[in-house]
């Protein structure tokens, strides 16, 4: 993998648009997105539902839904290379090493009938990981390091029989299991009780601590954001509207939209 | 349930161990000659047929082939099947439009005219070739079973989850998809099964599939000669076996396809 030389940037997204095609023609679902991350960073995406956040996801990703395209003028510069020209094969071999995700739905995201160690040692296989063995131990490590306890007894258990929030612990292991340099957390939360959403944002913290990856959290919770992040993205209707740093835009919001997604979040003091 | 099991495997002990349990040779022996169209007896407990042939060693020998070319060409219909509704649910496109158009075309003829039609143009066949005939002719509604099955499993978020993670199609094949499919494939399976065996039965009572002197239940039926109400016992037993059969392995496919329902696929 190249690097460029010092340069902390890790990911620039330009003029980045997704279309979905439709009985009416074709649907633009982000417009021409430009952002970018430095190494170790945690940047907010932020937006309501529909505004193309998680599209952006699966386009940094190149896991596409049949009749989604990319457009021509986009380019997706990571680590140094353009992931968009790309060939198949050597995506495959970012994805999930270098660049992974962690997905909105741990119910589903879960094959239901594969033992939740197996999939996470699955990962370890794809990337090069010659014994099944050694996998599994690195495997139950993982999820061990994601706070599960007994993850030895537990690896060997369905998806079911763990509740939401080791479900999500079980995909974070998935994501992070190759010490991947940025990792997409696409509403990583949002399924989950309040109580259990703050280990999980806590859990995402110290692990980012630990390893030095940056993050890349798709929201539409403010409170998410504030709690990890340093910098935001405010997004609507598939463009960024604006990009601030968090203390900036919860203090002087330049957009209007911003000021009223912020008016949206309930607040215990009016004062604030 | 466990009635239908039991009689399953009766049935394939029977055919497995044929030589050691009939009382007689199935084939036509001199020395029995003499005994043409006799009823029930003691020593003849199923009676014999208009070529002095033990009925009861008949049955016994006829399970072999007629369980053992179902089976073999159930196998070979799950196999083609299996591929054909794989390929065109993970290639999609015109691949899939392809394969589909094949089924449908196949699957609207009905398969005995289909037999018929295919025994007559090439003769008498051999066990090996109307194996592959049945065979041939199974796989149609499985891989459209098949192909659905994937294209749904495609969209699943675990799928794309694996994606993510590196996994290239085949392996999501392998490690997601065909696991999957599993138990839609024995059902399926099971049920093409409990068809199969009455159109052997069929095809051997017209004397288009298994040939005499082999015995399969089928062509024991039509050694019961012109007049077989005065052969009752000819026609009765391997008919009973037949019954017998279908009745146990559709038991049990309407069991397995209960437990394999897709609404509560999700507990494994």
Redesign the interface.
């Given at each position: 993998m190249t690097m460029i030389g010092a340069d902390p940037m890790l990911l620039d997204v330009r003029d980045l648009s997704v279309s979905y095609a439709g009985e009416h023609g074709a649907v633009r679902a982000v417009d021409g997105v430009s952002f970018s991350v430095h190494a170790g960073e945690t940047v907010a995406l932020v937006g309501e539902s529909g505004c193309g956040k998680t599209s952006v996801a699966f386009a940094l990703m190149r896991v596409m839904s049949p009749g989604a395209s990319i457009g021509a003028a986009s380019r997706v510069i990571f680590e140094g290379a353009d992931l968009l020209a790309l060939d198949e094969r050597a995506m495959r071999d970012i994805r999930g090493r270098r660049l992974a995700m962690i997905f909105q739905e741990p119910a589903s995201a879960l094959n239901p009938v594969m033992k939740v160690g197996a999939q996470v040692a699955e990962v370890a296989l794809l990337h090069g990981e010659r014994s099944k063995k050694a996998a599994w131990d690195r495997a139950v490590g993982m999820l061990d390091r994601t706070g599960i306890a007994n993850a030895d007894e537990r690896a060997h258990l369905y998806p079911h029989e763990l509740s939401g929030g080791m479900r999500q612990r079980v995909l974070i292991a998935m994501a992070l299991m190759m010490q991947p340099a940025l990792v997409i957390a696409d509403e990583p939360t949002s399924a989950l009780d309040v109580t259990v959403q703050a280990q999980i944002l806590d859990l995402l913290r110290d692990l980012q601590k630990e390893t030095g990856m940056a993050v890349l959290l798709i929201t539409h919770d403010f409170g998410v954001v504030a709690e990890l992040c340093s910098r935001a993205l405010v997004m609507r209707g598939g463009k960024i509207v604006e990009d601030a740093p968090v203390d900036e835009i919860f203090h002087a919001p330049k957009n209007a939209y911003t000021a009223g997604l912020l008016s949206a979040v309930p607040r215990l003091s009016a004062d604030q | 349930m466990k009635v239908a099991i039991g009689v399953l495997l009766v049935l394939v002990f029977v055919a497995l161990a044929a030589p050691a349990i009939a009382p007689h040779d199935p084939r036509v022996t001199p020395e029995s000659a003499l005994e043409k169209n006799l009823p029930p007896s003691a020593s003849h407990l199923f009676g014999t047929d208009q070529y002095s042939r033990d009925v009861l060693s008949r049955v016994i020998f006829g399970a072999r082939v007629s369980l053992g070319v179902a089976a073999a060409s159930v196998l070979l219909a799950l196999t083609l099947g299996a591929a054909v509704g794989a390929a065109a649910g993970l290639a999609?496109g015109w691949v899939d439009a392809i394969c589909m158009r094949i089924v449908d075309a196949m699957l609207s003829v009905p398969r005995v005219l289909l037999l018929l039609v295919l025994v007559a143009t090439t003769g008498t066949l051999s066990v090996g070739g109307i194996v592959l005939l049945l065979g041939l002719t199974g796989w149609m509604g499985m891989s459209r079973l098949v192909r659905g099955e994937v294209r749904l499993l495609r969209?699943?978020?675990?799928v794309?989850?694996?994606?993510?993670?590196?996994?290239?199609e085949w392996?999501v094949f392998v490690?997601?998809i065909l696991?999957?499919l599993v138990p839609t494939l024995l059902v399926a399976g099971t049920l093409a099964l409990a068809s199969v065996i009455p159109l052997e039965a069929g095809l051997s009572f017209l004397g288009l599939g298994v040939q005499s002197p082999t015995a399969s239940w089928g062509n024991i039926i039509s050694d019961a000669g012109e007049r077989p109400g005065d052969v009752w016992w000819v026609v009765l037993f391997p008919g009973l076996a037949i019954v017998c059969t279908v009745l146990a392995v559709n038991t049990i496919g309407e069991r397995l396809r209960e437990r394999a329902d897709p609404r509560q696929?999700?507990?494994?």
């Amino acid at each position: 993998m190249t690097m460029i030389g010092a340069d902390p940037m890790l990911l620039d997204v330009r003029d980045l648009s997704v279309s979905y095609a439709g009985e009416h023609g074709a649907v633009r679902a982000v417009d021409g997105v430009s952002f970018s991350v430095h190494a170790g960073e945690t940047v907010a995406l932020v937006g309501e539902s529909g505004c193309g956040k998680t599209s952006v996801a699966f386009a940094l990703m190149r896991v596409m839904s049949p009749g989604a395209s990319i457009g021509a003028a986009s380019r997706v510069i990571f680590e140094g290379a353009d992931l968009l020209a790309l060939d198949e094969r050597a995506m495959r071999d970012i994805r999930g090493r270098r660049l992974a995700m962690i997905f909105q739905e741990p119910a589903s995201a879960l094959n239901p009938v594969m033992k939740v160690g197996a999939q996470v040692a699955e990962v370890a296989l794809l990337h090069g990981e010659r014994s099944k063995k050694a996998a599994w131990d690195r495997a139950v490590g993982m999820l061990d390091r994601t706070g599960i306890a007994n993850a030895d007894e537990r690896a060997h258990l369905y998806p079911h029989e763990l509740s939401g929030g080791m479900r999500q612990r079980v995909l974070i292991a998935m994501a992070l299991m190759m010490q991947p340099a940025l990792v997409i957390a696409d509403e990583p939360t949002s399924a989950l009780d309040v109580t259990v959403q703050a280990q999980i944002l806590d859990l995402l913290r110290d692990l980012q601590k630990e390893t030095g990856m940056a993050v890349l959290l798709i929201t539409h919770d403010f409170g998410v954001v504030a709690e990890l992040c340093s910098r935001a993205l405010v997004m609507r209707g598939g463009k960024i509207v604006e990009d601030a740093p968090v203390d900036e835009i919860f203090h002087a919001p330049k957009n209007a939209y911003t000021a009223g997604l912020l008016s949206a979040v309930p607040r215990l003091s009016a004062d604030q | 349930m466990k009635v239908a099991i039991g009689v399953l495997l009766v049935l394939v002990f029977v055919a497995l161990a044929a030589p050691a349990i009939a009382p007689h040779d199935p084939r036509v022996t001199p020395e029995s000659a003499l005994e043409k169209n006799l009823p029930p007896s003691a020593s003849h407990l199923f009676g014999t047929d208009q070529y002095s042939r033990d009925v009861l060693s008949r049955v016994i020998f006829g399970a072999r082939v007629s369980l053992g070319v179902a089976a073999a060409s159930v196998l070979l219909a799950l196999t083609l099947g299996a591929a054909v509704g794989a390929a065109a649910g993970l290639a999609g496109g015109w691949v899939d439009a392809i394969c589909m158009r094949i089924v449908d075309a196949m699957l609207s003829v009905p398969r005995v005219l289909l037999l018929l039609v295919l025994v007559a143009t090439t003769g008498t066949l051999s066990v090996g070739g109307i194996v592959l005939l049945l065979g041939l002719t199974g796989w149609m509604g499985m891989s459209r079973l098949v192909r659905g099955e994937v294209r749904l499993l495609r969209e699943r978020e675990f799928v794309m989850a694996a994606r993510a993670t590196g996994a290239s199609e085949w392996n999501v094949f392998v490690a997601h998809i065909l696991p999957a499919l599993v138990p839609t494939l024995l059902v399926a399976g099971t049920l093409a099964l409990a068809s199969v065996i009455p159109l052997e039965a069929g095809l051997s009572f017209l004397g288009l599939g298994v040939q005499s002197p082999t015995a399969s239940w089928g062509n024991i039926i039509s050694d019961a000669g012109e007049r077989p109400g005065d052969v009752w016992w000819v026609v009765l037993f391997p008919g009973l076996a037949i019954v017998c059969t279908v009745l146990a392995v559709n038991t049990i496919g309407e069991r397995l396809r209960e437990r394999a329902d897709p609404r509560q696929r999700l507990v494994p």
